[in-house]
T-cell receptor
């Protein structure tokens, strides 16, 4: 899992601003995922992508957007439409994108809205 | 939709004793049940998984059992050590190409 990185580690945002979280992997994995982690709520799927130029909404996609222009990169934009964006965001990748693949997680980005 | 319930939310165990975490699910269309461990300040990592064609799987001090009829699966850690302290997440795939995670169990090993 050392081959998947996220930046920045900490991010502060003012209300009403959009912000983009970076996720990069050099594992040659086809699939990438974004999760949100809140205390007591586990990991909730925001978006996922099984192949370049294609992505699907997860369980809590409202207020978020993604792109997958390159295999290595899957940035997440938290828009001003997201009502409660303060959370810990985790990116993950897997080889083929089938649900039985092991997912490898990045170190996470902690977003705080001021 | 898919739902995975995980219990307990917190668990304290004396070092050397066993710990058991249980997850139940509502959708029977699931074939794969992984467990992830997240140490404080670190990323989640897969520690063990089980597929629906087996009832139990072991890896040293860690084991997972699956009861498809009752729709529950459990993580068993024996001879617990301080480094087992972490948050553990169960998950399941429900035939829709993504995992649904439980809410997590914070395990504390008391020296």
């Amino acid at each position: 899992d050392g081959g998947i990185t996220q930046s920045p580690k900490y991010l502060f945002r003012k209300e009403g601003q959009n912000v983009t979280l970076s996720c990069e992997q050099n594992l040659n994995h086809d699939a990438m995922y974004w999760y949100r982690q809140d205390p007591g709520q586990g990991l909730r799927l925001i978006y996922y992508s099984q192949i370049v130029n294609d992505f699907q909404k997860g369980d809590i996609a409202e207020g978020y957007s993604v792109s997958r222009e390159k295999k290595e990169s899957f940035p997440l934009t938290v828009t001003s439409a997201q009502k409660n964006p303060t959370a810990f965001y985790l990116c993950a990748s897997s080889v083929d994108g089938i649900s039985t693949d092991t997912q490898y997680f990045g170190p996470g980005t902690r977003l705080t809205v001021l | 939709g898919e739902n995975v319930e995980q219990h307990p939310s917190t668990l304290s165990v004396q070092e050397g004793d066993s710990a058991v975490i249980k997850c139940t699910y509502s959708d029977s269309a699931s074939n794969y049940f992984p467990w992830y461990k997240q140490e404080l300040g670190k990323r989640p990592q897969l520690i063990i998984d089980i597929r629906s064609n087996v009832g139990e799987k072991k890896d040293q001090r860690i084991a997972v059992t699956l009861n498809k009829t009752a729709k529950h699966f459990s993580l068993h850690i024996t001879e617990t050590q301080p480094e087992d302290s972490a948050v553990y997440f169960c998950a399941g795939d429900f035939g829709n190409e993504k995992l649904t995670f439980g809410t997590g169990t914070r395990l504390t090993i008391i020296p």
